[in-house]
């Protein structure tokens, strides 16, 4: 894996990550791919929007359809048909807020699956398994997700654990070159809100040496400011020359704010899960498809979008499939909101490569506060 | 409405039918957009298979959105985004089967609303005033689909009901010249399993004068076997020169078997709704994607097939995809399963044009016979 760093404005860094099946640009959003599919998306869609990667869960894989299984179908790549760079996470996150009797111990993580119950062990070792068998271009370590609030002493120890198995994982990750490139190894910054144990944590990742640096254990719970000034001491600790990549997040004002303190990658199943609920994210803000007010409204969502989804389509429609529980309704606004993260992060990208993300992030907040058109 | 008869191989006839929004090749089959959309489709996909035309539900849409919501917001096409024909139901065999209280008298149909329980009546003149609000190119009389099994008594007075409805249809309907073409209406033959109610049915419906003519009252559980009897005495009754519309009907052995008896429309939600529980409709017969058999088969549905659906994704992915309930699973299964029932159609068109439909008949049956590919 190699990555470019092309130019930086302010904190905001402009760059590109090359992969086994190809390049990413960043500040780059990867769609949550959770059970090798984008919720209610075809991969093509996904890639047409300007998703230069997507990210595969561990946890869901490895218990439907397991990952041996999808090894022996020829990867995720092959079993989603998804021909562009994969990122998967550990499954550690998921192991904790979805498992049933999940119990944490210096080997790892013993579980019963929330779906039929069955017992598994996931240990760093087997967690890049998992991961190598899946055939992702990118692996994250296994790590204790801090929960939040914690206290110093419990955020401390967990954190200490989660190096040892970011040790542990590196001892057993192979890059397999493929393609003229590296499958890649990331490390996950825990320590909760408190920066002596960010610094810590950094500080020894360093020195096991990854080639990214996720900072983990944020957007659960602590809320955007304290999750911002974890950032503001947190990105300075990582290397200047390996992407960045804020685990979870977020919404798209959080999205500019952490690439406006440096993050390079993001994930999140915002725009999905609240595609499928009926919330729309838009440069104008955030917009209840569901409210009366859009009942009879001819107009789309963003008449200026490339999207279909966002374009062609009447409010009153959307209204009316939502509410109906519509597929389509599902379809439609997973698409919109896809598209408009990705348009996003393209006008990021051009506004740091024109050293003028500061006024970019001025008129997208002014146009976020601005809110939606009126009603007819 | 214009029908034309191209041609004519033993009973199985090859057409067209000019509507104000484009031409319908006959035999045609119509995908059922219940509440202005095919459920898990976009609208040009569907197209894209080779659907000229696309059925809408009266019952569904006049409790939502509204015929008058539809209507103002500039009719039902533009608000589904499909600019191709469109056949309204009228209303009467939902208000029977999923309304709460429904009382039928010779006026129509009182009932509540199973979404709200708000109360509604439908007569005759009200569902085609909602059939024009909506726009359709093709409106149906108001009928009582007779349940079954049915004494003779029973059936002949719900059959005399329809037809008095039929003429009341027939009064109030305004034909609404459109690009070169006229809205159509058609009639409805009811009259249960009774060679003499369904004769009685036909002639008067042709004393009224139609625009084309369905057979409803089948496909409620009397069996293909008398099904297929009834078509066998009643589309001989119905004129040569007009378009024969067999209601929700049926699977792939129905169609054929249907065609071969001179019918030239058809309408289901089969290939839709198994999709979404995973049953697939191939030209080797009913597959059942969750059967284990699956898991782990690279293979796709049909690797002939022109539908990425059915061609681009192995058996072991839509297993997955179902399996989890994801939105993916339903989608790429209606896709593929009205694919398939697309190409059915224009394999008959092209058999028929040949003057070779009996053995294509006979191939059909042999490769339904033959089932499914081994496992692996």
């Given amino acids: 894996m190699k990555f470019t760093l092309t ?5 905001a860094r402009l760059g590109s990550i090359e992969t086994p099946h190809g390049i990413i640009r960043t500040p780059a959003f990867m769609p949550v791919g959770t059970a090798a599919t984008v919720k209610a998306m075809y991969a093509d869609q996904v890639k047409a929007l300007g998703s230069d990667i997507v990210l595969g869960n561990t946890y869901h894989l490895m218990l439907r359809p397991g990952a041996e299984v999808v090894a022996a179908l020829g990867g995720l790549h092959q079993f989603m048909q998804w021909d562009a760079p994969i990122l998967t996470d550990s499954g550690g996150f998921q192991v904790m807020s979805l498992a049933k009797m999940a119990k944490l111990s210096e080997q790892g ?11 598994y062990m996931l240990t760093p070792e087997r967690s890049i398994e998992i991961q190598s068998l899946l055939g992702a271009d990118i692996s994250m370590v296994l790590d204790e997700c801090t929960a939040f609030p914690a206290s110093h002493e419990v955020a401390d120890k967990s954190m200490q654990l989660s190096l040892r198995w970011a040790q542990r994982s590196k001892k057993v990750f192979t890059p397999r070159p493929m393609n003229g490139s590296n499958h890649a190894l990331f490390g996950i910054v825990q320590g909760s809100v408190y920066e002596d144990l960010r610094r810590t944590s950094a500080q020894e990742l360093c020195d096991i ?3 990214g640096y996720a900072i983990g254990g944020l957007a659960v719970g602590e809320g955007q400011q304290a999750m911002l000034e974890v950032l503001d001491f947190t990105t300075p600790l990582l290397p ?3 992407p960045r990549y804020l685990m979870g997040v977020g919404t798209p004002d959080d999205l ?4 406006a303190r440096g993050v390079d990658m993001f994930d999140c199943v915002m725009p999905t899960r609240a595609g499928r609920h009926g919330t729309l994210y838009t440069w104008a ?3 209840n498809i569901r409210n009366a007010r859009h009942a009879h409204d001819p107009r789309p969502i963003d008449a200026n979008s490339a999207c279909p989804a966002s374009s062609q389509y009447s409010r009153a429609y959307l209204h009316h499939l939502i509410r109906c529980g519509e597929y389509l309704g599902a379809m439609l606004l997973s698409w919109h909101n896809l598209a408009f993260y990705q348009e996003l992060m393209a006008a990021m990208r051009a506004a740091i ?6 006024d970019f992030v001025a008129t997208f907040k002014q146009r976020q506060a601005q809110g939606d058109i009126e009603p007819l």
Same sequence: chains 1, 2.
Avoid at 7 to 11: H, P, V, Y
């Fill in 7 to 11: 130019t930086e404005d302010n904190l």
């Fill in 109 to 119: 993580v013993l579980f019963q699956s929330h779906i039929d119950g069955r017992e």
């Fill in 209 to 211: 040496g990854f080639d």
């Fill in 240 to 242: 200047r020359k390996a």
């Fill in 256 to 259: 500019v704010e952490a690439v």
């Fill in 285 to 287: 803000g955030k917009v």
């Fill in 353 to 358: 490569l024109e050293n003028r993300f500061d």
